[in-house]
């Protein structure tokens, strides 16, 4: 019974608790708190209604905060108030929501005091208003207290952070400030007469009137009052102010600042080497004055493929913005206009005038072209002799467009991706009507003195849509006969704004014919390194549905000729056949090759679904595969062919015949990429280049053979090789696992010839790596034997030269280079044999060895003759020879001070002995000398 009486004592007393927390009397002590904490700040409070559930949330209406100089008026607030803090304490606000918040400044000054506290857990303000401007969604959290001014919060404004904490103290501070530009802490130090704020890279410093700013490469001073503000600006480089509003901007700019908000503000100066995304302009001059005036002149601007040398627009307000500009450049060709108009708000003007000149064709508007966001038109603009006539008009999801052309020159659509040169006339006339998203229409079109590139036509074609149906047909051809004949249904839904939706399900139905030659249909598109020539016919019917499409007939290729630019192959009486069966197309191809007279042969089908898969079977039968300088190779072999529109997969096993390799004198050296990193840049940092369109991927799974050898030449070398390969990876990425085995060859070095004794090229299927090279032969010199040995990536091997018996390598290179023993050369010898051993060892270039193989001798030396009895001095000479036979060397000795040379025959004999016969021409004396030389 006891705790029965006491749970009806505590819900009594919980009910009147909470009846007196939404008693009038206490909100009257709410209001009452609230207006003596604003009036301890020097603010006059006044809330017109205050409701809400207690202490869950409280509303009030009607709030006003008045104070000299500022007014703040609230149309409705909703918070949370800690009971405590009513009674003692700072008066605390828990999540306190403002709908909007409205400032009214009167220009007085402003004085404030901070005797009370007050703390806000969770601050929200949907609209904050001045001058009639707005600001939405404004939230964040906020701390302020009275004696030692301390703030502390973080706020996000338009979905922006902007944070601070700070503290301060006297005359110093210090305001910790994060924002999207980066986070800074700033220095604030009362000056006389002001202060000065200092941070990383930036200064403020403010001396009433005056003042002066430092950002970067900001610089702005100037002075301010009540009569306003009269500054200069200078900006070295627009990328170093905030970017997140108007993206990466570069450049540079000077200006001054004059005007107040009463009478508004005249800006004025000129940028310089502006580059903002795809646009850039060397200069740009600019006026935008407090009488509303606008002037923009700009020099050599470019977007794309526009460059227009000059460009003005001038732009007046008086009842609306009255505009006009002018513009002159290219744009792929000469282009120059002028217009004028009316903006009468946004979006929404007249086009009063319009005219210029454009691909050599004189332009004009007739009429004033009105333009909005749901009507354009009624358009009537004449191009040279022709006109262009269209309206367009929106209501909600209703819509119609009107285009009209009469002998209109097609030399503007030369304006395409292709950049395929057009000329000709069009008549032509186009309807469409919306109607609950749904479109209906026509569209008619004659062609005439139509030429782009080598293709020449003229023709009709018409279109309707209706019932969801797309119809078109029509001819297209030269005075003698029609090339294309077309006739086609296609189910679709074209909705409001012009978006096509196919209807999968519905029966279509067409005919295509053609009949010419195949290079004026691929004159509209770019086949690279191919060039396919011939003549063409088909004749297909189209029926099914899109899903499960049905084509009957067939396109027939005779006559035809193709080549391929990079690998040199070349095929005659090409002779390709694609027919159609149902839901399936067959191709038959035969070709010759016109080098070698092999032969290709294919079959395959294509089957008409989705990704539409295919599988074609080859046979190349002693076929060209390229006849190049580098590479000259035939093959046999049977290749298979799958896949389907996203790829292809080439396997097969192919026997090289008849396959030359040619070493050329000289590899070009690959030009090294720099990368370039801006300092301080005053211009944007090169884009990284876009990445190509994802290409048709060709997966390789291939085995090839070399039944007959390979056979290798150039640069010295002679030799035949033979081996296995498997080519993986893709047709633009190789795989390559294999090796190649030297059978026999020779290599020249410094005029001496060596037997090849061992050889291997090894590839070990890795991407991007280097195939490794293994090469070694042997020479006899005067009973010396040396060695070299060619070992390591076939870009960088390294040479190692041996001898029996062992020598150093000055001796072994004295050898080669002269058959001498090192003690027996004389000085420019031993330059020569210097710079030898440098090139040999990777150190540096052997000019001598690169001037021998560019005059295709096999000795190149300087030497000196000994002098006469009248001139102890000896005399410098060049002395060229050649191997004419197995160890018989020609050489010609040339003086410097004489017009006759010398020549001298050497052979060595085997064990070590050589015999060497020289003639001395002397002031046209013939002498000759028999020399013989021993080495034991």
């Not at 627009?238 to 540079?252: F, Q, V």
């Not at 390799?661 to 990429?673: A, D, M, N, Q, T």
Request: aromatic share 8%.
């Amino acid at each position: 019974m006891k705790k029965f009486i006491f749970l009806l004592l505590f819900l009594g007393l919980s009910a009147f608790g909470l009846l007196f927390l939404q008693s009038p009397t206490l909100h009257k002590l709410l209001v009452a708190r609230l207006e003596k904490s604003a009036k301890s700040e020097g603010w006059e409070l006044h809330v017109e209604k205050s409701s809400g559930l207690l202490p869950l949330f409280f509303n009030a209406e009607g709030v006003s905060l008045k104070k000299p100089g500022l007014q703040l008026f609230v149309d409705k607030c909703r918070g949370e108030i800690s009971i405590l803090s009513l009674f003692k304490g700072p008066f605390r606000l828990i999540n306190f929501h403002i709908g909007t918040i409205t400032f009214e400044f009167q220009g007085e000054s402003i004085s404030t005091s901070s005797s009370t506290s007050l703390i806000i857990d969770h601050l929200a303000i949907d609209h904050l208003c001045w001058d009639k401007e707005c600001v939405d969604s404004l939230s964040g959290s906020l701390h302020l207290r009275n004696s030692q001014g301390k703030a502390r919060g973080s706020f996000l404004w338009e979905e922006k952070p902007f944070a601070f904490d700070g503290a301060f103290k006297g005359n110093f501070g210090r305001i910790w400030v994060d924002s999207p530009w980066g986070a800074t802490t700033f220095e604030i130090e009362r000056k006389e007469n002001g202060m000065l704020i200092h941070g990383e890279g930036a200064e403020l410093q403010l001396t009433l009137p005056h003042f002066s700013l430092s950002f970067r490469s900001l610089q702005a001073e100037g002075n301010f009052g009540k009569e306003g503000i009269d500054a200069t600006v200078s900006i070295g480089n627009l990328h170093d102010l905030p970017t997140e509003l108007y993206g990466d901007l570069y450049g540079s700019l000077q200006g001054t600042l004059r005007g107040s908000l009463e009478s508004g503000f005249l800006l004025e100066g000129e940028a310089a080497d502006i580059y903002w995304r795809d646009l850039s302009c060397k200069s740009c001059a600019f006026r935008f004055d407090p009488n509303q005036k606008v002037r923009l002149q700009a020099r050599d601007l470019l977007w794309h493929t526009l460059q227009l040398q000059d460009a003005l627009l001038e732009a007046e307000k008086k009842e609306a913005w009255q505009f006009q500009c002018a513009a002159s450049g290219d744009w792929l060709r000469p282009i120059e206009f002028q217009c004028s108009g009316e903006i009468t708000s946004q979006y929404t003007g007249t086009l009063t005038t319009f005219s210029g000149t454009f691909y050599n064709h004189p332009f004009s508007l007739q009429k004033p072209l009105f333009f909005s966001p749901e009507h354009l038109g009624p358009l009537f603009l004449t191009v040279g002799e022709g006109e262009l006539l269209g309206e367009f008009i929106q209501k909600k999801e209703d819509g119609s467009l009107v285009l009209s052309l009469k002998n209109f020159p097609l030399d503007l659509l030369s304006l395409n991706p292709l950049e395929v040169p057009i000329s000709g006339l069009v008549d032509a006339s186009l309807s469409l009507a919306s109607h609950s998203s749904l479109v209906t229409g026509t569209a008619e079109m004659e062609l005439r003195q139509v030429e782009a590139g080598a293709f020449r036509t003229a023709g009709h074609l018409t279109g309707l849509l209706t019932d969801n149906l797309f119809t078109l047909s029509g001819h297209l051809g030269t005075l003698s006969h029609p090339l294309v004949q077309i006739n086609l249904s296609l189910p679709l839904h074209l909705l409001y704004p012009f978006h096509i939706a196919w209807i999968s399900g519905a029966p279509l139905e067409g005919q295509l014919a053609y009949s010419g030659t195949v290079e004026e249909v691929l004159d509209f598109a770019n086949l690279g390194m191919h060039h396919l020539k011939g003549e063409i016919m088909c004749d297909l019917s189209l029926s099914g549905t899109l899903e499960h499409p049905e084509v009957k007939g067939a396109c027939h290729l005779q006559k035809g000729q193709y080549e391929n630019y990079l690998t040199g192959v070349t095929l005659a009486d090409l002779d390709l056949e694609l027919k159609g069966e149902g839901a399936q197309m067959e191709l038959n191809l035969f070709a010759f090759d016109l080098l070698h007279l092999g032969t290709l042969q294919a079959k395959g089908i294509m089957q008409l679904e989705q990704l539409f898969p295919f599988q074609i079977e080859a046979v190349i039968d002693d076929f060209a595969l390229t006849q190049i300088d580098l590479v000259q190779a035939s093959a046999n072999g049977a290749l298979t062919l799958s896949g389907n529109i996203q790829g292809a997969h080439l396997s097969g096993s192919i026997d090289l015949q008849k396959t030359e390799l040619h070493i050329p004198s000289h590899i070009p050296k690959p030009i090294p990429e720099l990368s370039v990193v801006y300092r301080n840049a005053t211009q944007p940092v090169a884009a990284p280049p876009r990445p190509m369109p994802p290409s048709w991927p060709i997966s390789l799974d291939l085995t090839v053979k070399t039944p007959e050898g390979i056979s290798i030449d150039g640069r010295g070398l002679s030799s035949e090789w033979n081996g296995d390969f498997h080519l993986g990876g893709t047709y633009l990425h190789f795989l390559t696992e294999g090796k190649l085995e030297l059978l026999q060859g020779e290599f020249i070095f410094a005029g001496k010839t060596f037997a090849l004794t061992q050889g291997s090229l090894s590839f070990r299927g890795k991407a991007h790596e280097v195939p490794f090279l293994h090469l070694a032969g042997v020479i006899h010199v005067k009973d010396v034997e040396i060695s070299v040995t060619l070992k390591g990536p076939l870009n960088r091997p390294q040479v190692t030269l041996t001898s029996s018996p062992p020598l150093p390598m000055s001796s072994i290179v004295s050898y080669l280079l002269f058959g001498q023993e090192l003690s027996e050369l004389n000085s420019f010898q031993a330059l020569q044999l210097v710079a030898t051993i440098a090139s040999v060892a990777g150190e540096g270039p052997d000019v001598m060895e690169e001037t021998r193989r560019a005059l295709g001798v096999d000795r190149l030396e300087i030497v000196s003759l000994p002098g006469n009895e009248e001139n102890i001095t000896s005399a410098i000479a060049v002395q060229v020879g050649k191997y004419v036979g197995e160890n018989v060397l020609i050489s010609y000795t040339q003086n410097a001070e004489f017009a006759a040379g010398n020549i001298s025959i050497q052979i060595e004999l085997p064990h070590g002995l050589t015999i060497q016969l020289d003639n001395d021409q002397i002031m046209e004396q013939g002498k000759f000398a028999l020399q013989w030389n021993y080495n034991y």
